[in-house]
């Protein structure tokens, strides 16, 4: 019989890029949705035929432990949060009862469904926040410098204790930021991307940004969630760091980003302190020998390769 997964945040750019891998695999992929009268599935619309969607919240343990009982996964990954850093500071309490108690809710349905589900938790390089360390791995001292870093942290340590509380194999990936074409313009990389093509486009004139010299570790999503998949095949679960090893600022960002489409950055991006986080995060850099030597992991897409990639779609997009 095929393997039975259960992806919370389905609709989200990892949870598209894992649905897809585990079908590769010839999972049966069952998908997490909350009832909302506007869901965009666009990210699956591709492989929807091939899911099984269904209505359950991480807000509401019963849906979680009905869900389980009716599908019974022999996985369960979870992706969903409110995910968002800048809007964790606006909506902290929200940010702090999805992130964080969401991840709860999710492990001890396991506990009373069936303990033997292997639970895949999706921590964040966020946790690290005002590093004492450069580069940062799984030893590395958390000092969350957001909400969203808190509750992330939060959902990390309650992984940890259920594991080691009633021996559930539950794994934590510390995964830096990955992106792609079906990042959300919200974020950084697609916002500069996007906005690079509404420009080449004549739609905009200027782009607006907070910090320019803040660094990021950025990867590609679809490289990352095989890293995922990977964690929960091994027979004893740990938590890994997942990373590319290199950093870019977000200057960098925008001069790659610019110059591919044969534009200066310096001509169009304006510094909008409405953009400036209460608590900055200046440098995140992972160290990922672990998940290299355990895993046999590896980011196949370098960043140019990764930004390139983001502004072609954005451009096509556009054209279309």
């Not at 998908?31 to 209505?55: A, W």
């Not at 790659?256 to 302190?273: H, K, M, P, S, T």
Request: charged letters at 25%; a negative charge.
């Amino acid at each position: 019989m095929a393997k039975r997964a259960l992806i919370t945040g389905i609709t989200g750019q990892d949870g598209s890029y894992l649905a897809e891998l585990l079908l590769r695999e010839g999972y049966e992929v069952i998908g997490l949705m909350r009832r909302s009268s506007t869901v965009n599935i666009e990210r699956i619309s591709h492989i929807q035929e091939r899911l099984t969607l269904v209505s359950g919240d991480l807000m509401d343990e019963v849906s979680l432990i009905n869900v389980l009982r009716d599908y019974r996964p022999s996985e369960v990954y979870n992706l969903a949060a409110q995910s968002f850093v800048q809007a964790s500071w606006a909506q902290p309490v929200l940010t702090g009862e999805a992130t964080a108690l969401g991840v709860t809710r999710l492990l001890d349905a396991i506990r009373i469904v069936d303990p033997e589900i292997r639970f895949y938790q999706a921590s964040s390089s966020e946790m690290f926040g005002r590093v004492k360390t450069v580069p940062q791995d799984e030893n590395t001292s958390f000092y969350p410098r957001s909400p969203y870093g808190v509750a992330k942290v939060y959902g990390h340590w309650i992984t940890v204790n259920y594991r080691e509380s009633y021996g559930l194999h539950a794994s934590s990936g510390i995964l830096f930021n990955h992106e792609s074409p079906r990042r959300g313009i919200e974020f950084v990389t697609r916002k500069v991307t996007h906005g690079v093509a509404r420009i080449k486009a004549g739609l905009d004139t200027e782009l607006r940004l907070g910090n320019l010299e803040a660094q990021r570790d950025w990867g590609y999503a679809e490289d990352y969630v095989r890293a995922m998949w990977l964690m929960l095949q091994r027979e004893a679960p740990e938590d890994f760091v997942v990373a590319t090893g290199t950093t870019h600022s977000v200057r960098e960002l925008c001069e790659v980003a610019f110059r591919i489409a044969g534009l200066n950055y310096e001509e169009f991006v304006r510094i909008d302190q409405s953009f400036i986080r209460p608590a900055e995060v200046d440098l995140l850099v992972g160290d990922a020998t672990k998940a290299r030597d355990v895993l046999g992991w590896k980011c196949a897409t370098d960043f140019y390769a990764l930004i390139e990639m983001m502004v072609d779609a954005d451009l096509k997009a556009l054209q279309r």
